[in-house]
């Protein structure tokens, strides 16, 4: 019995000193080292919840890193309309982002619209661009249960460029350091949220198989459900000039 509780103690122990003293930017730095892929394709269907109305989606999404530190993503829907969306996410600076509308219009997003709604779902231009950990200021507020796991809860400030949000809370699983659950404030007030579910290892890259975006009260809501998905293919860089969205 005694020997039992000594490694109990020891286990904890070791918990302990891997956790405790965590900053939330040494937190997020764990976040960001996780496996991310040079490449990934993928079909997702979109629900979007709207009260008594709901609208149902499909589109590709493709994404490839450059040696500039820099990547850039393309969302191509097919149904019910021809939309797509290219984004070039820069380092140091605000993502450039273009839309082709399904009459063939193409247009430039700017930094006022990032705060639209696209393609009249919960999720806004600003959430369909990467963010760089280097943008924010992290505090580490506390521990809390979210979807049945113990998470730290970070509150991130964003310091660089135009934002959207005032403020993000982020829910970091303490197990693997993955974001389970984002809450985003808007001129002082809750705003919304998103809650990552069916996380699953791709090639040993954690990956959310279902993605929501719930409105502050949870009445109505958007969901992506991953389809299909591969990482690490070969994808022409042309798939990704802003010539290839006419």
Same mark, same amino acid.
């Given at each position: 019995? &005694?020997?039992?509780?000594?490694?109990?103690?020891?286990?904890?122990?070791?918990?302990?000193? *891997?956790?405790?003293?965590? *900053?939330?930017?040494e937190i997020m730095e764990k976040n960001d080292?996780?496996? +991310? !892929? /040079?490449?990934? +394709?993928?079909?997702?269907?979109? *629900?979007?919840?709207?009260? &008594?109305?709901?609208?149902? &989606?499909e589109f590709g999404l493709t994404m490839k890193k450059f040696k500039?530190?820099?990547? +850039? #993503?393309l969302i191509a829907f097919n149904k019910p309309t021809k939309i797509k969306l290219l984004t070039h996410a820069h380092k140091n600076r605000d993502d450039d982002q273009w839309l082709r509308l399904s009459s063939g219009?193409?247009?430039?997003? #700017?930094?006022? /619209?990032?705060?639209?709604?696209?393609?009249?779902?919960?999720?806004?231009?600003?959430?369909?661009?990467?963010? @760089?950990? @280097?943008?924010?200021?992290?505090t580490l507020v506390s521990s809390e249960n979210i979807l049945g796991a113990d998470c730290f809860k970070i509150d991130a400030f964003k310091k660089k460029g135009k934002k959207v949000y005032d403020k993000l809370s982020l829910f970091v699983r303490k197990t693997d350091f993955f974001i389970l659950k984002i809450d985003f404030y808007k001129k002082g007030r809750f705003h919304k949220y998103l809650e990552n579910y069916d996380i699953k290892a791709? &090639?040993?890259?954690? *990956? !959310?198989?279902?993605?929501?975006m719930y409105t502050a009260d949870g009445k109505a809501s958007t969901h992506l459900n991953i389809k299909s998905i591969n990482y690490n293919i070969k994808i022409k860089k042309s798939k990704f000039n802003k010539e290839a969205l006419r």
């Amino acid at each position: 019995m &005694k020997l039992k509780f000594f490694m109990i103690s020891m286990v904890v122990l070791f918990i302990s000193q *891997t956790c405790f003293g965590l *900053t939330g930017r040494e937190i997020m730095e764990k976040n960001d080292a996780l496996k +991310k !892929p /040079d490449s990934a +394709k993928s079909v997702v269907y979109m *629900t979007i919840n709207k009260g &008594k109305r709901i609208m149902k &989606k499909e589109f590709g999404l493709t994404m490839k890193k450059f040696k500039n530190g820099e990547d +850039k #993503a393309l969302i191509a829907f097919n149904k019910p309309t021809k939309i797509k969306l290219l984004t070039h996410a820069h380092k140091n600076r605000d993502d450039d982002q273009w839309l082709r509308l399904s009459s063939g219009k193409l247009k430039r997003i #700017a930094s006022s /619209d990032k705060g639209k709604a696209f393609v009249n779902s919960h999720f806004y231009y600003e959430d369909m661009s990467s963010r @760089d950990i @280097d943008d924010y200021e992290y505090t580490l507020v506390s521990s809390e249960n979210i979807l049945g796991a113990d998470c730290f809860k970070i509150d991130a400030f964003k310091k660089k460029g135009k934002k959207v949000y005032d403020k993000l809370s982020l829910f970091v699983r303490k197990t693997d350091f993955f974001i389970l659950k984002i809450d985003f404030y808007k001129k002082g007030r809750f705003h919304k949220y998103l809650e990552n579910y069916d996380i699953k290892a791709v &090639k040993g890259i954690l *990956t !959310p198989f279902k993605i929501v975006m719930y409105t502050a009260d949870g009445k109505a809501s958007t969901h992506l459900n991953i389809k299909s998905i591969n990482y690490n293919i070969k994808i022409k860089k042309s798939k990704f000039n802003k010539e290839a969205l006419r």
